[in-house]
């Protein structure tokens, strides 16, 4: 009966979410293939200001009972569709941000409505397993269906997780046990490493580190935050460990202007790197692991060259360090390649990849070796969430159905062009456009100026994100297309028109 109840809930859902005759619905992209259906509005809609008065109401009564100081508004998620967030107010804004970019086919996705109306998902809903321990019956199945399907190169193994600092933290975890276990030659610990570890002290406890770099984001964790060093309200008041932390190049654009440049920034920074591994191994606290992201997001989406990337990833080689790529914010197609280190072209990429966000559940991809050696080392209750696989798994089915990497490179391409016309338009405003896919940024020429066109494009339907110190970041779903950049365009030029 109750089965039953719920399938009419899901079906009506679904019902209510095609809304085939709905008012300002756009029926298909003139990029897209004539059979190919989109249920998107036609623009934005603003009512109020943002945030209006309900999403103020309802600021009021959450911070009596939790801080409320980084909520922007409510949202209306029944009504969102595609690319645009509604909030409780009822303005229909075009987002370019997608939940700090974590949406990866847009709002109400009529594909995971269907899924989930699935009577035969029902329990993995419902039931949300210890995985570590009393995993469900197709739980191999749907990890081969959805996260192996479109593992990195040369990795069959993969660890699910919760989210992107927990697949950071383990993903360190994991790097020295890994260390730890070649020191030893393999043999089990000794007496004095398992009395030791209790009283965290050396040898149990062992004075290892993990090599970072400046601008970096891993994470809120404690390990995590030892290596993100993008803005100082994350790392305050909390203790930290002795970690070396290299600088990340500071590339001068355009690209093709500062080409001997640049060559010579990332030969810097990879003469610090191997100077800092051989340093630290001197003081006693020889570096087991290389974290980097393909492109720093959070500390200002800062690139390197695909030669630093390779060159990096000899380095770690050379040194016995393990090689890990933090894809939680760049994997998941915004590249226009599912993961933004295929861009460097290496048949042997990394050690580990950790992503999480458009990716639905966190995790982590790794090398046979990086296995770690016994139960309960890697572990926690829920271990990740399988409804997220089946969601995933349909995600992938879209991406793949849609051309959408495809697409992500047409509407990353025009996005690009429209960010360096304005940027030519408004030279004292912008500057330093950058990207690639729809994963793009562009400078403002100060942090106030910066929070101003971020809040005058809000109120004109139009959601965005910073990063760094000063950059706009550009995040949208893989369903943003052509036209969605130019609605945008058009709306970020007034906006910019208002500050000349």
Not at 194 to 220: E, K, T, W, Y
Not at 279 to 292: D, F, L, N, S, T
Not at 302 to 308: C, E, K, R, T, V
Not at 424 to 452: E, M, N, V, Y
Request: glycine residues 8%; proline residues 6%.
């Amino acid at each position: 009966m109750a089965s039953s109840m719920i399938s009419r809930h899901f079906a009506l859902s679904l019902q209510k979410n095609l809304w085939l005759s709905a008012p300002g619905c756009r029926y298909v992209s003139k990029a897209a293939p004539k059979t190919q259906v989109e249920y998107d509005y036609d623009g934005p809609s603003m009512k109020t200001s943002v945030p209006g008065p309900r999403s103020q109401e309802l600021t009021k009564q959450l911070g009596d009972i939790q801080n409320v100081g980084a909520i922007n508004f409510f949202c209306n998620y029944d009504e969102s569709r595609g690319n645009y967030l509604v909030d409780v107010d009822g303005n229909r804004m075009l987002d370019i941000y997608t939940q700090i970019s974590s949406i990866p086919i847009g709002y109400n996705h009529p594909a995971l409505i269907k899924l989930m109306s699935d009577p035969s998902s029902l329990s993995t809903l419902v039931n949300r397993p210890a995985l570590g321990i009393l995993p469900p019956e197709n739980f191999p199945d749907k990890l081969t269906e959805s996260l192996l399907s479109v593992a990195p190169s040369g990795m069959a193994r993969v660890q699910t997780m919760a989210c992107g600092s927990c697949s950071n933290e383990n993903a360190y975890k994991a790097m020295f046990i890994w260390y730890r276990n070649k020191e030893r030659g393999h043999n089990n610990p000794s007496e004095e490493d398992i009395s030791s570890c209790m009283v965290n002290q050396v040898p149990g406890c062992p004075d290892l580190s993990i090599l970072s770099f400046m601008g970096a984001f891993h994470g809120r964790t404690m390990g995590c935050l030892a290596t993100t060093h993008s803005k100082a309200i994350h790392k305050l008041d909390v203790p930290s460990f002795d970690w070396p932390i290299a600088p990340f190049p500071k590339l001068q654009y355009p690209l093709e202007e500062f080409s001997r440049e640049n060559a010579q920034e990332e030969a810097r920074c990879l003469e610090e790197v191997e100077d800092l591994i051989v340093k630290w191994r001197q003081k006693g606290k020889p570096v087991a692991g290389i974290v980097i992201e393909p492109i720093q997001a959070e500390g200002g989406d800062n690139h390197a060259s695909p030669d630093f990337f390779r060159n990096l990833r000899n380095i770690a080689r050379k040194h016995g360090c393990a090689f890990h790529v933090d894809e939680v914010q760049t994997g998941g197609g915004n590249t226009g390649k599912l993961w933004a280190h295929e861009h460097w072209g290496m048949d042997d990429p990394a050690d580990i990849v950790s992503f999480s966000k458009k990716l639905l559940t966190g995790g982590y991809y790794h090398r046979d070796e990086l296995q770690a050696d016994k139960p309960y080392r890697i572990f926690n209750t829920w271990m990740g969430d399988p409804s997220k696989n089946l969601l995933l798994a349909e995600v992938l089915n879209v991406i793949r159905r849609e051309n959408l990497l495809e697409e992500v490179t047409r509407s990353g391409k025009a996005l690009l062009n429209g960010l360096y016309d304005l940027q030519a338009q408004f030279p004292g405003l912008l500057s330093r456009a950058r990207g690639q896919g729809t994963f793009c940024a562009i400078d403002i020429c100060d942090d106030a100026t910066r929070s101003s066109i971020l809040l005058k494009a809000r109120d004109k339907g139009v959601l965005l994100g910073g990063c760094g110190d000063r950059s706009i970041r550009f995040r949208p779903s893989l369903v943003f297309k052509e036209y969605h950049v130019h609605i945008f365009l058009n709306i970020f030029s007034e906006v910019l028109a208002q500050h000349k």
